[in-house]
């Protein structure tokens, strides 16, 4: 079953690569308390993942923490060394939290997985964004299959 607003967002552990290595992040602990902007994507190194999703929210993030989010992560079914490398390229620096949730435990639990075998990445997160209130959604942003319009970091500035 897909998550909708008002649910509490599951239980899990992402990874998340650091200078000092690899860090287990568990999610209640994590969305405790703050609100959070939460954007996944298909894919570390994709088309639009890297020309546009990614881009969006380090470049809207200062207005995004203007309107009150406390913290703007992006996940994805990635490993943390592959996060923690299109960090680097893409040079989020503090900006955005990288997640990665490599077995897709995340996407999962929140019923936004898709079927990308056809282009030889077998299961991944749907495209998406959400705003998480104290573990709580409160905004639910899916993409329909090819589109890049909803979960965009323009879109979730025009929510708050």
């Given at each position: 079953?897909?998550?909708?607003?008002?649910?509490?967002?599951p239980q899990v552990t992402f990874t998340?690569?650091?200078?000092?290595?690899l860090e287990a992040v568990d999610?209640?602990?994590?969305?405790?308390?703050?609100?959070?902007?939460?954007?996944?994507?298909?894919?570390?190194?994709?088309?639009?993942?890297?020309?546009?999703?990614?881009?969006?929210?380090?470049?809207?993030?200062?207005?995004?923490?203007?309107?009150?989010?406390?913290?703007?992560?992006?996940?994805?079914?990635?490993?943390?060394?592959?996060?923690?490398?299109?960090?680097?390229?893409?040079?989020?620096?503090?900006?955005?939290?990288?997640?990665?949730?490599?077995?897709?435990?995340?996407?999962?639990?929140?019923?936004?997985?898709?079927?990308?075998?056809?282009?030889?990445?077998?299961?991944?997160?749907?495209?998406?964004?959400?705003?998480?209130?104290?573990?709580?959604?409160?905004?639910?942003?899916?993409?329909?299959?090819?589109?890049?319009?909803?979960?965009?970091?323009?879109?979730?500035?025009?929510?708050?």
């Open positions: 079953m897909t998550i909708k607003v008002g649910d509490k967002i998340k690569p650091g200078d000092a290595g999610s209640d602990t994590y969305f405790a308390g703050r609100k959070v902007a939460l954007f996944a994507v298909p894919g570390a190194f994709t088309p639009t993942c890297s020309a546009k999703h990614l881009p969006g929210f380090i470049e809207k993030a200062g207005e995004l923490k203007a309107k009150g989010i406390d913290e703007i992560a992006c996940t994805s079914v990635n490993d943390a060394f592959v996060m923690g490398a299109w960090a680097k390229t893409s040079s989020t620096g503090e900006t955005v939290t990288m997640l990665a949730d490599g077995n897709g435990t995340f996407a999962e639990a929140v019923g936004l997985t898709m079927d990308g075998s056809k282009f030889g990445m077998g299961t991944r997160s749907q495209r998406y964004s959400m705003l998480i209130e104290d573990g709580v959604v409160t905004q639910l942003n899916v993409e329909g299959p090819g589109e890049f319009k909803v979960s965009s970091a323009e879109h979730m500035l025009a929510q708050l």
